[in-house]
């Protein structure tokens, strides 16, 4: 059975989508499981719904350069082969490239925050099933590292 290049770069890069780390309020990574997170409280004063854009590593050119390059090395003979393969080689990269951000990217919210001194912030994190939050809930503020995320 043959499989056309399209196909193979999207079964090598599905496993992407599964490694990427969730921009979640209440998912963690490991090394965030057992660290110290400063609390702090504020009331969510608006929302809006963003994109959170995908992965941009050179996994998914290098893959889609490969098989864009034997796709192409099947075409013709000669110089004309070699050249379908250079072409197809520079195709499936930008193939490869465009698939990855595609299948990385994710639906998140912007949400602005009035803290309980009065400043306003702003955090953007991706919408979680499990957190239903609206304009006018309390929230808690969590940094840790560089990181920060709400929850409820």
Same mark, same amino acid.
């Given at each position: ?29 490991? @090394? %965030? !499981?057992?660290?110290?997170? &400063?609390?702090?409280?504020? #009331? ?6 963003? +994109? =959170? ?46 698939? @990855? %951000? !595609?299948?990385?990217?994710? &639906?998140?919210?912007?949400? #602005? ?6 400043? +306003? =912030? ?31």
């Amino acid at each position: 059975m043959k499989i056309i290049p399209a196909m193979w770069l999207l079964f090598l890069l599905t496993p992407l989508a599964g490694c990427m780390n969730s921009l979640t309020g209440d998912s963690y990574s490991r @090394e %965030e !499981a057992r660290a110290v997170h &400063q609390v702090e409280y504020a #009331t969510i004063i608006s929302m809006r719904p963003v +994109v =959170i854009e995908g992965t941009k590593t050179p996994i998914g050119p290098a893959i889609g350069g490969v098989l864009g390059g034997i796709g192409g090395s099947s075409v013709g003979g000669g110089k004309g082969q070699a050249a379908a393969t250079v072409v197809g080689a520079a195709v499936g990269a930008a193939a490869g490239a465009a698939a @990855e %951000e !595609a299948m990385t990217r994710r &639906q998140g919210d912007e949400y #602005t925050l009035q803290r309980e001194n009065g400043q +306003v =912030i702003s955090v953007v994190q991706e919408r979680s099933p499990h957190m239903q939050l609206h304009v006018g809930d309390r929230v808690r503020i969590l940094r840790s590292n560089g990181t920060v995320r709400i929850s409820n």
